[in-house]
């Protein structure tokens, strides 16, 4: 990490600890971030998180207000309550910044960067996506289990002095052991909730047909604007990672809809009610409790 920004993390982190104090908050040992319209998985009811507190980002140093339409810009502390096992700290990104906006690789990844030196060691993230693969339908939860970083850039370029490995191994970028947590609470639950490969780009524009046909056929099942870059981050920082990609519309050439950035948002919407129960229902496994 270079040190400015390494600087600015220390600067936020001490002053997100301060706040905890005087708001009596637990810091978290898992965190997640919610994507555009999945803010509402981390309310209660029907969200996984009880006893909130919340600080908006402009309180936070380095943290600056998200644009995108769908994110709330708030940093949520709580405890997720599964059944039959301990309760479990948490911390939530309402909202994240994406290249698009203009921020560079390093604004991008602030977020998770902030989370780890809170603490977290296990992340989840999660966005919505648009869906390539002919299996997949609107209203799918696919779980990430490797990306195609397509933007052309990364967190960590430049200067890297320590102590982090300046080339991270990205082999098992998404953890296997805590996408086999989220399999199987999501076979409790009865939830179909298929793997596969998050393609990210840049956008901000949606991809047209022919960038649809290339990026299946390079890999990708999901096309999303997000996600790789924390990804990257996280496994620099060490932390064990999980992804959620929900389907919110079928991608360019897919289907007959039109894509709109308000439908994403209220289909997305109406989905975390389900995401909510997932994540409470997998807050039990021993992966996610720090066990495994």
């Not at 960067?113 to 648009?130: E, H, N």
């Not at 990430?144 to 002095?161: A, F, M």
Request: a neutral charge.
């Amino acid at each position: 990490m270079k040190p400015e920004v390494a600087a600015m993390v220390e600067r936020a982190s001490g002053a997100v600890r301060d706040w905890a104090v005087r708001a009596g908050a637990v810091l978290p040992e898992v965190g997640f971030v919610f994507g555009s319209g999945l803010a509402r998985a981390s309310e209660k009811p029907p969200g996984c998180l009880e006893n909130t507190r919340s600080l908006p980002y402009s309180a936070i140093p380095g943290l600056a207000a998200c644009t995108a339409p769908g994110h709330r810009s708030r940093l949520v502390f709580g405890t997720i309550h599964p059944e039959g096992a301990p309760p479990l700290p948490a911390a939530a990104l309402l909202g994240r910044h994406h290249l698009y906006e203009g921020r560079s690789p390093d604004e991008a990844a602030f977020g998770v960067r902030l989370l780890a030196a809170l603490g977290i060691r296990r992340l989840l993230l999660t966005a919505a996506v648009g869906a390539m693969r002919p299996d997949l339908r609107v209203g799918d939860f696919m779980a990430i289990e490797d990306h195609l970083n397509l933007t052309g850039t990364s967190p960590l370029r430049g200067e890297e002095p320590g102590p982090e490995a300046r080339f991270p191994d990205m082999t098992h970028a998404w953890d296997r052991g805590l996408r086999a947590a989220f399999r199987r609470a999501a076979d409790r639950l009865g939830m179909r909730v298929p793997a596969g490969v998050y393609a990210g780009v840049l956008g901000p524009q949606f991809e047209t047909p022919a960038e649809i046909r290339m990026l299946s056929r390079i890999g990708g099942d999901v096309v999303g604007m997000s996600v790789v870059t924390e990804a990257i981050a996280a496994r620099h920082a060490g932390l064990r990672i999980a992804g959620l990609a929900f389907c919110s519309n079928l991608a360019a050439g897919c289907g007959d809809a039109p894509l709109d950035a308000d439908h994403v948002n209220e289909v997305a919407g109406k989905a975390a009610p389900r995401l909510a129960r997932l994540i409470t229902a997998a807050a039990a496994e021993p992966e996610l409790q720090g066990s495994a």
